[in-house]
Structures are given as structure tokens and as C-alpha cells.
């Protein structure tokens, strides 16, 4: 008996080790197009499509429908939550279970390039050659593309496509700003004093999503207005550290803002739904968000309107302007490894028309992402606010800052608003992280 | 029948042994049978992944390529030097200190309460305090983020109800405060179940080895100490194991209510090694990580079981 337990044993070893332990990934399932048996028989096609559109879902669903009978192709809708987009894709390659379209959790960057490269992002560029790019502004195309000669070795191309453009600056309450007696700052430096006023007059002074992406995003309006555009290329490059006095002084501002009790209590552990939450119920007096938020404030609370728009307002410790997340909004790729590709391909091209356009800018509060589709006068007065800074945007470097660095210094800012690291310190770490 | 063979050369010898052989061989092959779905089960689900977790932790690989490089102990070195990945499990320790004693002090109590025969209900308080348990953590970590809220938060304002305004604050959010807040949590998630088991221990307690007490002239308090908390002590054992492998896999809760922070004030093992593998793509470090907390966890139970078997507590 124990003779025969012993054997299956073994053989269970022998089987799990040969199974191509160190060479072969699993399998990451999917088919060539023309192993498939729809295709082949002219079946139905049905595409799945992971987004995390909360505030947009019954939208996206009434899309799905319309292409649908437009075309008899099924768009599967599926909402997750963004911040295990990523990760849930990723299992799914492994499992051969990877969804035909998604919307992307980041841009072009350290956090996309690997599933570029591998194909699972597929290139678009000569479906935007044949004409389907002139549909966009060049900068939109620039911002979803891969560089020639990019640090990351991925084919040179456009890689994903924009749904919606948008912009991130400081909504902020006018009810609250009114009672305080304050209009919108011109600097960063006299944002943090009106700290003190808007918490007499009962509101919290700021509001934000710090426990996840909401913070490095803020973080990059003034690496762009302290460190400047070249010697954040410099640093990404790998010929600057991020212990230069520069990038100290960067990190300096978050002790100010500690200075200043500038943070809604508890905003370090919040994430953006939890701040756009006390935004909307008058608790917070300024929010920093993208203006998809007027949707979702839509959503919260239909009742809440007094609420406007200001650009970040630079630093006095900063000599470049501030330059704000934004252009290509939410963005879309095709797995380029599914049987479905094509059918998916013409799905987005049918999205970035301008029917559909029209129709999901103005049911959203988002600005649209082709050329020809926003029309000023028909955008509400907050959005209007968010369009005319369009121009403000941050353009695309040649290289990012790494995941790992980016973890270090969110953590680290964390610690410097909570009194328990200096700059000096966050510096170093950021230094200490690069892979 | 002759059970032993008789000499070699004695006539029938070989004719009695066979059919035993056959016999003892299809008797064999039956129960193997029977338990062979189980092994290839393990084979599948535990085995195999244990073999690729052995063979990824000494590559480099991005999840995504199909090239896998190999790196040699590499990132054993770099994981001993992760100060991160260290931070996570000084404060996994601290979870399961929290857990051995507050976690399942709690459970002893309750189960000592609900074992007592003057306690009517014994089934309905079973049942209820075992529904936290079986809760889905990301259930718990949103229960429980409300109730901290800073602002809205069932604590904070039922601390002002009181006329202690001073005490109410952000709790996940401060470094003084966030691990044991997430502790409260953990803890109240985890009680059922220590509960059960202590419960369980109890009722398996021969009633006259409790009667021999109270008639040698034992009082309640005696008797708890002196014969029921020894005769438990297996169990405690038992359990302790369980609290602690428990403590050192937190994850859920903490990714939902604090992300790790602020800081790494609540970071654990299990969320460095999620990070690693599913935010840089390192795959091959990340199941090193994994593979070290685990060898370090079958330490910390082996030790466990011997430390308890020689004062007395183990089976």
C-alpha cells in the first residue's frame, strides 16, 4: 500500500516537472483566426469588452446595443474596477481567457510596453495610415503612440485609441469659496493659505484620492512646474538622480502642504470615489479630479452645482509652468492576440465616429475625442472651464518614471505629509527603487 | 490456512502464499483506487504549482514573454535585502500577536460562554458569530472603512456623541493608528472561527473528567484552570498555528482599506508580493517572495508544535 502511494507520488513529481517548468509560459489561449469555428461557419461574433466606466456603464451598454444592430456583431460590455484592470488581465492571458477589447489602465509607458511588445496591445498604426487617424488631432495620435528608438524596444506605432478627451485640474466649491470670502489662488503658495479660511468656514480645505493612482497623477503637475520637462527626461534616462536638488525641492511642497493642514483628514488612505464623495457633499471645498468627474458628480448627487474649475496654480519654488494630466482620456485597445481582432478593430472605429462621438460626449459630460464633435456652446460652463485648458496639457516625454520609483515616492509623500520623512529621505528611496 | 510459508521446498507452500499475495495485492490496489482522485488532485492543485512556484522564483520573467530567463539565486539575495518586503512582515507579526492573543482570548471566552449549560441559545450564537468568517473581506475592509471615516464614520461620531471630540480622528490614516485599526477589523472577521474550534474542544471534554472535579471539591474557577484550560491545550495549540498562518496572509483587507499605507505602515508580505508580480511584472522575484515567507511559516509551525509538545499542549 504505502509502496503504490509512493509510486502515484513520484509520478505526480515526474509529471509536474516535465510539464516545461522553466521554458514554456501556460497557455496564453488564444486562436489564430482561422482555427476559429465562428469565423470558419459564419457564426454570430460576440466581443469582450473590459472598461471601468462606472459612471458611464448604461452608456457603453446602449453603444453595444446600437452597434449591434448596426452590424449583428455583440459587443460584451464587462465593468471592473480600474484598479485591478491590469492585474486581472493579465491572469487572463495566462488562462486563455483574455477579453478582445480593453480599456486601459495607463498610457504609453512602463506599464503597457511589456504587453506591446508581446502583441497583447496590438499596433494600430496601419489602420490609422488607411485614414482612420485623420480623424484625430496629431497630438492625440502622438500621445497613444510608441517613439522610434523608445527605451522599451516596442515597435514604433499607435497602440491604443482614445474614447474621450479629458483634463485634470482643482474643481473647487464656489458656495464654500464664497463664504470663506476667497477666489480661486494664483499661486500653489497662496492655494495652502487659504487653508486656514475655508476650515473656519467649515470645509475641509482639500480633498484627494492619495491612497492610489490620484496621487503621483497630482505629484506631476508640479514635477512639471518645479523639475522641468528636461531634467525629467534626464532623470528617467537614467542621467539625473532623483536625489537632485531639483526633485528635493519638488518634494519640499508636500511639507508645505502639511504646514498648511491643507489635507482633508484621512485623505492619505482615500481613494478618488471616497474625496469626489465629501467633494460632492459639501465636506471638501476643492477636489482634485479630470472632468469626467462632472459625470460623476451627475451620478452622486444630481443636486450639486456650485461648483467651478481652476488650473493648478504653480509654485513660487517652480520656473516651468504646470502642466496638466490629459488629452487622450479613456483609452481603448484591442488584444491583438484574439481571434476577434478585426471585428474588434471596426467596433473602436465605429466608437470614434462621429455619430457615436456626439452621442457619448454629450451623454457622459466628456469631452469628445475626434475632431469635429465638441462644440462650444454646447459645453456646460465647467466643462467649457476644463476644454479651454486643453492647451495645458503635459506633452509626451521619451521616457517615464518606472512603477517602482513611482511606488517609492507615493509612499514617500505619504510619510512627508504625515511628518514621518523629509524630502531628503523620499529622495533617496526614489533613488534606491529604480529597478 | 497456513498464513506464513512453510520451507520452499515443503509441497504447497507456493500454492497457499499465492492467493494471499493476490489477494493483499487487489486489496491494495482497491484502496488505491479509492484515493487516487484525492492525490491527483493534490498533484494538480498543490504539487504542480508548488514545483512551477520553485522553478519561476529562479528566473526573471515579465508574465507576458514566452522566454524565461534564468537568474540563479538572485532574487533570494535581492528579497533578503527588500526592506519593504521586511517591513511587511514585522507587521504581519504584529497582526498575528493581535490575533493570538486578543483574537483568540475572545474566542476562548465566547466559547467558555456559549458552552455553559445556563446559557440558553447555544446554536443561535454559534450561528451568528461564525457569519463574520464567512464574510468576503472585500465585504469586511468596506464595513469597516465606513465606520473609520474620518467625517461620516460610525466611530468618530459616536466619539463627538459622547463629548469626545478629541478622540475621534482619521484612523486609517495615521501611522499610530492604522495597524491596529485594520487589526480591529481583522480581528472581529477572524473571531468566529477560533470561537468554533475552542467550542468544539469543549464539548469533546468528557463530562465526568469536569464532574470528578466539583466532586474532589473543585470551584468553577479551579476547575477551568486546572482541568478544562490543560485538557484545551491541544487544541489552543491547533488553533495558534492556524491564527498565525492566518496573520502572515492578510491581504484583501488591507489592500482595500489602506493600500499598505499611509507609508508602509500597514504593509504585509502578501501585498509586496501582489505588487511585485502584477504591478512591475516580476514574476520570477515575486515567487521567490512567496517562497521564503512560506518556508519561514512552516518554521514558525514546526517550532510551534515541538515548543507545545514538550510543555504538554501537544497530541
Redesign the interface.
Known amino acids: 500500500?504505502k509502496r503504490?502511494?509512493a509510486l502515484?507520488?513520484a509520478l505526480?513529481?515526474v509529471?509536474?516537472?516535465c510539464?516545461g517548468?522553466?521554458?514554456?509560459?501556460p497557455n496564453q489561449g488564444t486562436q489564430a483566426p482561422q482555427d476559429n469555428p465562428s469565423q470558419q461557419t459564419g457564426e454570430p461574433v460576440t466581443l469582450t469588452f473590459w472598461h471601468y466606466f462606472t459612471d458611464r456603464a448604461p452608456l457603453m451598454e446602449q453603444l453595444a446595443a446600437a452597434y449591434e444592430a448596426e452590424t449583428g456583431v455583440k459587443v460584451k460590455m464587462e465593468l471592473l474596477q480600474t484598479d485591478v484592470l491590469?492585474?486581472k488581465f493579465?491572469a487572463s492571458?495566462?488562462s486563455g481567457t483574455a477579453p478582445d477589447l480593453v480599456a486601459a489602465w495607463a498610457g504609453i509607458g512602463d506599464?503597457t510596453a511589456?504587453?506591446a511588445?508581446?502583441g497583447?496591445i496590438m499596433n494600430l498604426q496601419s489602420y490609422m495610415d488607411a485614414g482612420w487617424g485623420d480623424r484625430f488631432e496629431p497630438a492625440f495620435l502622438e500621445a497613444v503612440s510608441f517613439k522610434p528608438d523608445n527605451k522599451w524596444g516596442v515597435e514604433p506605432g499607435v497602440y491604443m485609441v482614445a474614447l474621450d478627451s479629458n483634463n485634470m485640474q482643482i474643481l473647487y466649491n464656489t458656495e464654500a469659496y464664497a463664504k470663506a470670502g476667497l477666489q480661486p489662488p494664483k499661486t500653489f503658495e497662496e492655494w495652502l493659505g487659504q487653508s486656514a479660511a475655508l476650515r473656519e468656514a467649515g470645509y475641509?480645505p482639500f480633498a484627494a484620492g492619495f491612497?492610489?493612482w490620484a496621487l503621483p497623477s497630482f505629484a506631476s503637475l508640479y514635477i512639471w512646474n518645479v523639475v522641468g520637462p528636461e531634467n525629467m527626461e534626464k532623470t528617467y534616462n537614467g542621467e539625473m538622480p532623483y536625489t537632485a536638488e531639483p526633485w528635493v525641492r519638488f518634494l519640499n511642497l508636500f511639507v508645505k502642504m502639511r504646514e498648511a493642514n491643507m489635507l482633508?483628514?484621512?485623505?492619505?488612505?482615500f481613494d478618488v470615489p471616497?474625496s469626489e464623495s465629501?467633494f460632492v457633499n459639501h465636506?471638501a471645498a476643492a477636489l482634485y479630479d479630470g472632468s469626467w468627474a462632472i459625470g460623476v458628480f451627475n451620478s452622486m448627487n444630481p443636486d450639486f452645482e456650485s461648483y467651478d474649475v481652476f488650473m493648478p496654480p504653480p509654485s513660487v519654488d517652480g520656473q516651468y509652468p504646470v502642466k496638466i494630466p490629459g488629452g487622450v482620456g479613456a483609452l481603448l485597445f484591442v488584444n491583438g492576440k484574439s481571434a476577434h481582432k478585426e471585428e474588434a478593430v471596426k467596433f473602436l472605429q465605429w466608437l470614434t465616429d462621429v455619430e457615436a462621438q456626439a452621442t457619448y460626449a454629450t451623454s457622459s459630460f466628456n469631452l469628445p475625442a475626434i475632431k469635429g464633435v465638441a462644440d462650444p456652446e454646447q459645453l456646460s460652463p465647467v466643462l467649457a472651464n476644463f476644454a479651454a485648458h486643453m492647451g495645458d496639457i503635459a506633452p509626451t516625454l521619451s521616457a517615464t518614471m518606472e512603477?517602482?520609483v513611482e511606488?517609492a515616492m507615493t509612499?514617500?509623500i505619504?510619510?512627508i505629509?504625515?511628518g514621518?520623512?523629509t524630502p531628503e529621505q523620499v529622495a533617496q528611496e526614489m533613488e534606491a527603487a529604480r529597478? | 490456512m497456513a498464513l506464513y510459508t512453510r520451507s520452499p521446498q515443503a509441497p504447497g507452500a507456493t500454492r497457499e502464499v499465492a492467493p494471499l499475495r493476490r489477494r493483499v495485492f487487489l486489496e491494495t490496489l482497491g484502496n488505491s483506487l479509492f484515493i487516487l482522485p484525492a492525490l491527483v488532485l493534490f498533484a494538480l492543485f498543490s504539487l504542480y504549482p508548488l514545483v512551477r512556484t520553485v522553478a519561476l522564483s529562479v528566473t526573471e520573467w515579465n508574465g507576458l514573454s514566452p522566454t524565461v530567463k534564468f537568474v540563479g539565486a538572485a532574487n533570494f539575495v535581492a528579497a533578503f535585502q527588500d526592506a519593504v518586503f521586511w517591513r511587511g512582515m514585522f507587521n504581519a507579526l504584529l497582526f498575528a500577536l493581535v490575533a493570538l492573543t486578543v483574537m483568540n482570548g475572545l474566542g476562548l471566552l465566547l466559547a467558555l460562554l456559549v458552552d455553559n449549560p445556563r446559557i440558553k441559545g447555544a446554536g443561535f450564537y454559534r450561528s451568528i458569530y461564525y457569519i463574520p468568517p464567512i464574510m468576503s473581506p472585500a465585504v469586511v475592509a468596506v464595513l469597516w472603512k465606513w465606520i473609520y471615516h474620518p467625517y461620516s464614520g460610525t466611530l468618530n461620531k459616536l466619539l463627538r456623541a459622547v463629548g469626545l471630540d478629541s478622540m475621534a480622528k482619521a484612523w486609517l490614516s495615521l501611522p499610530e493608528t492604522a495597524l491596529w485599526a485594520v487589526s480591529a477589523a481583522t480581528v472581529w472577521q477572524g473571531v468566529g472561527s477560533p470561537f468554533l474550534l475552542y467550542l468544539a474542544g469543549l464539548q469533546s471534554i468528557p463530562t465526568d473528567v469536569r464532574e470528578a472535579a466539583v466532586i474532589d471539591g473543585a470551584n468553577s474557577r479551579q476547575a477551568l484552570f486546572y482541568v478544562t484550560l490543560p485538557l484545551l491545550a491541544p487544541v489552543a495549540v491547533r488553533v495558534s498555528i492556524l491564527t498565525i498562518l492566518g496573520a502572515f496572509q492578510l491581504f484583501a483587507v488591507i489592500l482595500i482599506m489602506t493600500g499598505g499605507g499611509p507609508g508602509y505602515a500597514t504593509e504585509v508580505p502578501m501585498l509586496t508580493i501582489y505588487r511585485e508580480a502584477f504591478d512591475y511584472q516580476r514574476f520570477g522575484y515575486s515567487t521567490a517572495l512567496s517562497l521564503i515567507l512560506g518556508v519561514l511559516l512552516l518554521l514558525l509551525s514546526f517550532v510551534q508544535t515541538r515548543l507545545a509538545a514538550r510543555f504538554g499542549g501537544g497530541d
Open positions: 500500500m503504490v502511494a502515484v507520488v505526480a513529481f509529471v509536474t516537472a510539464s517548468a522553466t521554458q514554456q509560459p491590469a492585474q493579465q492571458i495566462q506599464k511589456d504587453y511588445k508581446e497583447y475641509a491612497v492610489s482633508a483628514d484621512g485623505a492619505i488612505t471616497a465629501l465636506q512603477p517602482q511606488t509612499k514617500g505619504q510619510e505629509l504625515l514621518s520623512k529597478p
